[in-house]
């Protein structure tokens, strides 16, 4: 290595894109270990609708943060940043190496660069919200949203009332629009990052996600969901392909408009993933369908490996 410093490789793009495929290929060249960034991944009792590596590919290569928390639990980013940061320094004790890899751009963010500092909130403001999403519903706070931080309500998922709720929380206590707090400047870290990011054009990508969420009922999301049922007002839960389906069991949806919306809000998903990921110009990317051993070589070669 040019440098004394540890390599983190984080793996990121849109969803269904490949990227456990890719992280497992090169954890096995660099003979090293995973940790996925994967916030719905976390939690045990959600296996078919959050696409979790199959058993194949968890012997392939030792993965971390897959299936590990309940959705009983309360796991917050902050709480992803710290035991991350404490598994990557057990992990770089055997090996200069170790692989982030998920879509979802905060939790990458939290280890690579550290969250960012917000304002105390009262427990006023934060009940009030949670009134006004009981009396009101959501599409009140999407809209109070979209007028005081259009930068945030771009790339935050819309249909998430938790993260509608934070957001507006720290706008009620600051006065400041939730993005502003955003990239305060990085946190420093004991080891060096490359950012290898996987993309295809947009018709591809919606293909992709059409195929996954065929593939995700056909292995038995209807099952999943419905024994999840009861516990639907859990955070965890707040998810695409989870969300629909409780719809249709509220007897609000057919279960073909439910499967519908999962792809719909599933290809939304991926626009904010894109949105997100566009503006990290760390980030080198490579085409869906490049050979993993051509990106390791390229990783190899500009970290001097």
């Not at 879509?103 to 934060?126: A, C, K, M, Q, T």
């Not at 990052?193 to 990508?205: F, H, K, Q, W």
């Amino acid at each position: 290595m040019t440098s004394s410093l540890p390599l983190l490789i984080c793996v990121v793009g849109p969803t269904a894109i490949g990227k456990t495929k890719l992280a497992i290929a090169l954890a096995e060249v660099f003979e090293t270990e995973i940790i996925s960034a994967d916030s719905r991944q976390f939690f045990k009792e959600m296996t078919v609708g959050t696409a979790v590596p199959s058993l194949e590919e968890l012997k392939a290569a030792k993965h971390h943060f897959i299936q590990n928390k309940s959705i009983f639990d309360s796991f917050s980013v902050g709480d992803f940043e710290k035991e991350a940061l404490q598994c990557l320094e057990s992990l770089f004790q055997k090996n200069p190496v170790a692989i982030l890899v998920g879509g979802s751009g905060l939790y990458v963010d939290s280890v690579v660069r550290g969250l960012d500092s917000f304002p105390d909130v009262s427990n006023e403001i934060r009940e009030a919200l949670n009134m006004e999403l009981a009396s009101k519903g959501i599409a009140s706070l999407q809209q109070e949203l979209k007028g005081i931080d259009p930068t945030y309500y771009e790339k935050v998922d819309i249909q998430n009332p938790h993260r509608i709720i934070r957001a507006l929380e720290i706008y009620r206590a600051s006065g400041k629009p939730y993005s502003s707090f955003l990239n305060q400047g990085a946190a420093k870290r004991n080891f060096k990052t490359i950012y290898i990011g996987l993309n295809a054009d947009r018709e591809t990508i919606y293909e992709r996600i059409n195929q996954r969420v065929d593939q995700i009922i056909s292995e038995g999301l209807l099952a999943e969901a419905k024994k999840l049922y009861p516990h639907k007002e859990l955070n965890a839960l707040q998810t695409v392909g989870y969300r629909e389906l409780f719809a249709h069991f509220d007897g609000t949806l057919s279960l073909d408009a439910a499967i519908s919306e999962i792809k719909k809000n599933t290809r939304r998903f991926a626009k904010r993933q894109g949105t997100w990921f566009r503006k990290n110009e760390q980030i080198e990317w490579f085409d869906f369908k490049t050979e993993p051993s051509e990106i390791a070589r390229h990783i190899k070669t500009k970290n001097a490996l």
